[in-house]
């Protein structure tokens, strides 16, 4: 459990980075380079190999929560680190193994998956306050004790539900782009 100390250093380092002094809202440009820059190492292509919501393999399934994180900071217009938000989402569910393989009930699974996703990505990355809190409080409310204490975090929180939602109850597999998005790469052709 994170101690009050540690608590409040996200939140100092939430309110106060230099990302927060644009007004603007996100970068996609930034954000697109960090997620391609992931895409590069061996360690999270593993994700590939293993199952999540319905079929879906837990790399789809952490790219589609990374985009919709996104796509919901700029319709906020919220100001994010980028490269926290990229990095935390993609490694939110690093767990790396199949819930049924692993004997692990629902509840069991949901409890336990932030902290072995973060132990992984720990070996892979140095990881910063943000990004950990990222990874640890994705299953709040369930993870009691690990709220999201920045934006970055609240944004993959919430994405993290909606994505596990339509991959399971729609079969949707790739939610990287919402209609809206799609309607406006098609009016730029
Ligand atoms: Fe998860
Ligand atoms: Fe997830």
């Not at 996200?10 to 809202?25: I, L, M, N, Q």
């Not at 690093?94 to 132990?119: C, D, F, M, Q, V």
Request: with cysteine.
């Amino acid at each position: 459990m994170r101690n009050d100390r540690e608590n409040q250093q996200v939140g100092r380092e939430t309110a106060a980075g230099p990302e927060r002094e644009r007004k603007c809202g996100p970068d996609r440009e930034k954000f697109e380079r960090e997620l391609d820059r992931l895409m590069e190492s061996e360690g999270i292509l593993k994700m590939q190999t293993f199952v999540q919501h319905s079929g879906n393999s837990t790399l789809q399934h952490v790219r589609n929560v990374a985009w919709r994180s996104f796509y919901l900071a700029e319709r906020l217009g919220w100001s994010i680190d980028e490269k926290a938000l990229a990095r935390g989402a993609i490694l939110h569910d690093y767990y790396l193994y199949n819930i049924r393989e692993e004997g692990l009930g629902p509840y069991r699974h949901g409890t336990s998956h932030p902290a072995k996703a973060l132990e992984n990505a720990e070996k892979l990355y140095r990881l910063n306050l943000r990004e950990k809190n990222i990874i640890e409080s994705h299953m709040w409310p369930l993870t009691l004790f690990h709220p999201p204490l920045c934006r970055e975090a609240l944004l993959v929180c919430l994405a993290d539900k909606y994505c596990a939602a339509n991959e399971m109850v729609l079969l949707r597999k790739n939610l990287e782009k919402p209609r809206r998005v799609r309607r406006q790469e098609k009016q730029h052709e």
